[in-house]
């Protein structure tokens, strides 16, 4: 079930989804040829993150490796939002919804491509959330003197090398976040690969379109994200839409964590008859066909038909 977004919305669309991976050359690779996903942003070091950036038509894909995080395998680890607003009208917004979130901190890439976000971690959305000591909400959140200060620290912290390992160490199993991006030449790059794979109309060898959504596994936090979604009527059965991007897919379970992701193609037939004569996929009713979690490094990534209407981009 879903409902119309409404002028008062948080949250824009999703930004990207990231993948956390020790092996990151490898894993980026993988997706970039397997699914002929074009670049982003190349591999590249900030500091607190190594990671790079591959479009998937409506969303980014990001595949990282945080700084003294050793997590073992591959796993999807981070949910990034983009807001309406900049980042501190955001964090208003959020004191106003009653979600807690750590001040905000900003990422820097210099090279090769500038690349400037602010990312604000919210709480109570999936387990293994960050242990940051500081969580914002009524009161003692939004734009205050504190919370900028921390912020500013933050981000000083993610800039030195001691700093961005001490940072990782509060880091958990998964990420939600807002995520500002503030780089020209950022919005620049999204705007070319928008173009070109509007004109391809499907890309790479299974005739992707986009994203045809991000799957949510919820036991005990859904109320988080009622909030955060302006959905006091969002139950473990929903699917929330948002003005630009793939939709969110909740399904009931055990735990709340990010299940996987679920690509659009031109041609399921085709893409499936691919699959099969590589042995890659795992049975599943309905039009929908699951890749081998053993082939992309135990990850669920699934494949549906496009719609006959054109996908949402970012």
């Given at each position: 079930m879903s409902t119309p977004i409404t002028a008062q919305s948080l949250i824009r669309g999703i930004d990207r989804i990231l993948i956390h991976t020790?092996?990151?050359?490898?894993?980026?690779?993988?997706?970039?040829?397997?699914?002929?996903?074009p670049v982003v942003w190349p591999i590249a070091d900030c500091g607190l993150l190594v990671s790079g950036g591959l479009y998937a038509g409506n969303m980014t894909i990001e595949i990282g490796r945080f700084a003294g995080l050793n997590l073992p395998g591959t796993c999807f680890y981070g949910l990034g939002f983009a807001p309406w607003q900049p980042t501190w009208e955001t964090v208003n917004g959020l004191v106003s919804r009653k979600v807690l979130h750590a001040p905000p901190v900003t990422l820097c890439y210099e090279e090769p491509i500038a690349i400037r976000s602010t990312l604000t971690f919210l709480r109570n959305l999936l387990d293994g959330q960050p242990n940051t000591p500081f969580w914002f909400g009524r009161p003692g959140g939004g734009n205050t003197r504190i919370g900028r200060a921390l912020s500013?620290?933050?981000?000083w912290m993610v800039g030195t090398e001691a700093g961005s390992k001490t940072f990782s160490m509060l880091l958990g199993s998964s990420l939600v976040f807002m995520c500002d991006n503030q780089s020209n030449r950022h919005q620049e790059r999204l705007a070319e690969l928008r173009a070109n794979w509007r004109s391809a109309r499907q890309n790479g060898p299974y005739g992707i379109t986009g994203i045809a959504g991000v799957d949510i596994?919820?036991?005990?936090?859904?109320?988080?994200?009622?909030?955060?979604?302006?959905?006091p009527d969002l139950n473990t059965n929903s699917f929330h839409t948002f003005s630009i991007g793939p939709p969110l897919r909740f399904y009931p379970g055990g735990s709340n964590k990010l299940l996987g992701i679920e690509f659009s193609c031109a041609d399921l037939e085709s893409t499936a008859h691919q699959l099969l004569e590589k042995r890659s996929l795992v049975p599943t009713a309905g039009r929908r066909i699951t890749l081998s979690p053993g082939r992309m490094d135990g990850l669920t990534?699934?494949?549906?038909?496009?719609?006959?209407?054109?996908?949402?981009?970012y």
């Amino acid at each position: 079930m879903s409902t119309p977004i409404t002028a008062q919305s948080l949250i824009r669309g999703i930004d990207r989804i990231l993948i956390h991976t020790q092996d990151v050359e490898r894993v980026f690779g993988r997706f970039r040829h397997a699914f002929g996903l074009p670049v982003v942003w190349p591999i590249a070091d900030c500091g607190l993150l190594v990671s790079g950036g591959l479009y998937a038509g409506n969303m980014t894909i990001e595949i990282g490796r945080f700084a003294g995080l050793n997590l073992p395998g591959t796993c999807f680890y981070g949910l990034g939002f983009a807001p309406w607003q900049p980042t501190w009208e955001t964090v208003n917004g959020l004191v106003s919804r009653k979600v807690l979130h750590a001040p905000p901190v900003t990422l820097c890439y210099e090279e090769p491509i500038a690349i400037r976000s602010t990312l604000t971690f919210l709480r109570n959305l999936l387990d293994g959330q960050p242990n940051t000591p500081f969580w914002f909400g009524r009161p003692g959140g939004g734009n205050t003197r504190i919370g900028r200060a921390l912020s500013t620290l933050s981000t000083w912290m993610v800039g030195t090398e001691a700093g961005s390992k001490t940072f990782s160490m509060l880091l958990g199993s998964s990420l939600v976040f807002m995520c500002d991006n503030q780089s020209n030449r950022h919005q620049e790059r999204l705007a070319e690969l928008r173009a070109n794979w509007r004109s391809a109309r499907q890309n790479g060898p299974y005739g992707i379109t986009g994203i045809a959504g991000v799957d949510i596994e919820v036991s005990t936090n859904i109320a988080g994200w009622r909030r955060l979604l302006d959905r006091p009527d969002l139950n473990t059965n929903s699917f929330h839409t948002f003005s630009i991007g793939p939709p969110l897919r909740f399904y009931p379970g055990g735990s709340n964590k990010l299940l996987g992701i679920e690509f659009s193609c031109a041609d399921l037939e085709s893409t499936a008859h691919q699959l099969l004569e590589k042995r890659s996929l795992v049975p599943t009713a309905g039009r929908r066909i699951t890749l081998s979690p053993g082939r992309m490094d135990g990850l669920t990534i699934g494949f549906s038909q496009s719609p006959t209407a054109k996908l949402d981009e970012y």
